[in-house]
């Protein structure tokens, strides 16, 4: 990937993914497949999201409204940036590594519903029965009245009935079970 406006890993720059997810764009945004949204990002945010990688914004752990902007680098922006390809997954462990830290010091505390549940967002983006139990109980004892607890609970039965998300498989190089290629085409959950 060649990364258009290298930026500083500096705390101006946390603020600017704060800025552009919360403000400049709209909910809907997120989640869609958006080939210019896409591509926004990546020139934007790119080079700050090669940093967040190599561990280079690992200070902003320290701080609630960094550690915030650092989940959604990995966590988010990974998938925009690296769209249809298996570099969008690869920086889920430490995204959920930041996000348990922020918890554990009650950074999620401090924020809105909106921002909030971008401290649980991955967990649900974890292949992992246990943590996508975790992520049910966080969105519904944290966010019970928001639509984010219908979202976990879809995730956490596709990992339980299929051991992943089988979205992911042709993106990972996996083979599909029958099961998973039937629950595709039946309309089965494609983000």
């Known amino acids: ?23 400049d764009t709209k909910p809907y945004q997120w989640f869609r497949r958006d080939a210019v949204f896409d591509a926004k990002i990546r020139r934007r945010f790119g080079a700050l999201h090669e940093a967040a990688k190599a561990g280079k914004l690992d200070a902003w752990r320290a701080h609630s409204r960094h550690s915030l902007s650092l989940i959604i680098l990995l966590d988010q922006f990974s998938r925009n940036i690296y769209r249809d390809d298996a ?59 928001t639509m984010n607890v219908p979202y976990a609970i879809e995730h956490r039965d596709i990992v339980k009935r299929f051991g992943r998300f089988p979205h992911r498989n042709h993106i990972l190089g996996r083979a599909s079970a029958p099961e998973e290629i039937a629950f595709l085409k039946a309309g089965g959950f494609n983000p």
């Open 87 to 145: 570099r969008a997954f690869a920086q889920d462990r430490q995204a959920l590594d930041v996000a348990r830290e922020a918890i554990r010091r009650r950074f999620d505390k401090l924020y809105s519903a909106r921002e909030r549940a971008f401290f649980y967002m991955p967990f649900m983006h974890s292949e992992d029965m246990s943590v996508q139990d975790e992520c049910v109980a966080l969105f519904k004892s944290q966010l019970p009245s």
């Open 1 to 23: 990937m060649t990364l258009t406006n290298p930026i500083r890993p500096t705390a101006k720059n946390a603020e600017r993914i704060l800025s552009f997810w919360f403000e």
